[in-house]
């Protein structure tokens, strides 16, 4: 079995469609947007689904695309980032004859998507997307990612004489710790589904533990 068929076994049952998109998936070399993100986001959307409901193809269609075209987090063209992976995934599925109809939905999903774009998603499957691609921006692995991220960028882990940022403006682009508050510990008021609040409030509960952890070790 080929790594290709082994990874898109991960996204049953629709392995046969992760066969065909996995090749376009990406387009750069973020390892915080990587094979292995989407297949922890497409976990979270299928356990999300099982209870939420959606269309489940659509939506693997939507989770498996939505990182179709990459742009580093420090870009000027960062908010636009799910627009341009809206236009590439609807190229994609449309030389693969999927009705306009469904590849205008897995479009929406991808668009409405991203916290930077700030668009509210209105189909039950960009609901979905949104919320099981931001759990996978809080918990530990959110954790991991901040960090990776933040080497990715250059920026520091901390300041060391205000690590919490009570006496200096918050900057996540020179500490790591800071997107904590300017971004990861407010996901959680804005997920759509009733399973992912739940899921994100335990993934914040466990955030703010690994916080806590290193403040006490420096």
């Not at 998109?21 to 915080?32: Q, R, T, Y």
């Not at 986001?41 to 299928?46: F, G, I, R």
């Amino acid at each position: 079995m080929t790594r290709l068929h082994a990874l898109a076994a991960a996204f049953a049952p629709h392995d046969e469609l992760a066969g065909e998109l996995l090749p376009h998936a990406f387009s750069g070399d973020d390892g915080s947007h990587d094979a292995a993100h989407l297949v922890r986001v497409w976990k979270n959307a299928a356990r999300i689904q099982a209870e939420e409901g959606g269309d489940s193809r659509q939506l693997a269609a939507a989770v498996l695309l939505h990182d179709c075209v990459a742009v580093e987090k420090n870009s000027p063209l960062r908010a636009g980032a799910s627009r341009l992976a809206a236009e590439k995934a609807w190229q994609i599925l449309d030389g693969l004859r999927w009705r306009t109809l469904e590849i205008s939905a897995v479009a929406h999903a991808i668009l409405t998507h991203s916290f930077s774009a700030n668009m509210a998603p209105e189909t039950l499957e960009a609901k979905i997307l949104q919320d099981a691609d931001r759990l996978d921006a809080i918990g530990m692995v959110g954790a991991a990612r901040c960090f990776y991220i933040a080497g990715r960028m250059g920026s520091g882990l901390y300041d060391p004489l205000d690590p919490l940022a009570e006496d200096r403006p918050l900057d996540d682009k020179a500490f790591a710790i800071d997107h904590f508050e300017t971004k990861l510990f407010r996901l959680a008021d804005g997920f759509q589904t009733a399973a992912g609040r739940r899921l994100a409030l335990e993934r914040q509960t466990r955030l703010r533990s690994v916080l806590a952890m290193l403040l006490d070790e420096i």
